[in-house]
Structure formats: C-alpha cells, structure tokens
C-alpha cells in the first residue's frame, strides 16, 4: 500500500501513524485509539481514519499535516475517550470537537502565540466540518 492510497482509510492510517516523528507518545496513543475503537465501534474507526485522511489532505503542500491528520483521527472522540487518549497532547485536544470548548484547554490555548492559536481554529473548524458531513 503505497502511502497516498486511502481506498481503505483503516489500513492507510494503521500504515502513516507509525511514520511520522511525533512528541510525547502521540504515535502510540493513536495506535491504542484506533486498537480501542476496532474493538468497541469498527464503524466509527472507519470514520475516524477516514476524516484522518480528508484532513491530511486539506493543509495543502506547504503544511505539516500530522496536526490534521491527529485531529481527524481524532475527530469523533467522546470526551471522556479524549481525556483517555490524548492526556499528554493539549495540542490535539484543543483541535477536536469533543474538547474545542473544554475549560481547561481553552486556558492553555490562550498562553500560545497568535499564529499558533489561528492554527488550532483552523484544524478545528476543519474536523468540525468534517464530522459535521457525516451527520447530514
């Protein structure tokens, strides 16, 4: 499987996941993340990695896309699940929906610089986008 081929989003996120050089152990949350999800909800794995790869994407050349790509995998997180899997990841919490308005985050984003707030809104305003296609 080559590494732009998401014709099976599951597999082509099982495949980049490991690629890339994260911090703090992202790389491996994402592996329990999706291991969690294959055993309580394959549907919303599917999902997950397929807003994962439509994020990915979105950036366009000139962008890192783990930061997308975190956020989509991340996009459908309860959060409770959220608060599981990304404890050591403010910056992926901040971009998803189910934490977009957390106190706590909300408070940490306000210490960042200006680009990186405008970057947090516009990784989260697109997995918001994202989620909000599968519900209509």
């Not at 890339?20 to 291991?35: C, I, P």
């Not at 950036?59 to 959220?82: I, Q």
């Amino acid at each position: 499987m080559k590494h732009r081929d998401t014709t099976d989003p599951i597999a082509w996120a099982r495949l980049i996941n490991p690629v890339w050089k994260v911090r703090n152990g992202l790389d491996q949350a994402a592996t329990e993340w999706m291991d969690h999800l294959e055993r309580v909800d394959p549907e919303r794995l599917r999902s997950c990695c397929a807003n994962a790869a439509a994020l990915s994407r979105g950036p366009g050349y000139g962008s890192d896309p783990k930061p997308w790509f975190y956020a989509g995998l991340f996009s459908l997180a309860t959060p409770d699940e959220a608060r599981r899997f990304l404890s050591n990841h403010r910056f992926t919490r901040a971009v998803i929906p189910a934490l977009s308005h957390d106190p706590e985050t909300e408070l940490w984003v306000a210490t960042l610089s200006e680009a990186t707030r405008a970057l947090i809104a516009r990784v989260r305003q697109a997995a918001v986008q994202e989620v909000a296609k599968q519900i209509t």
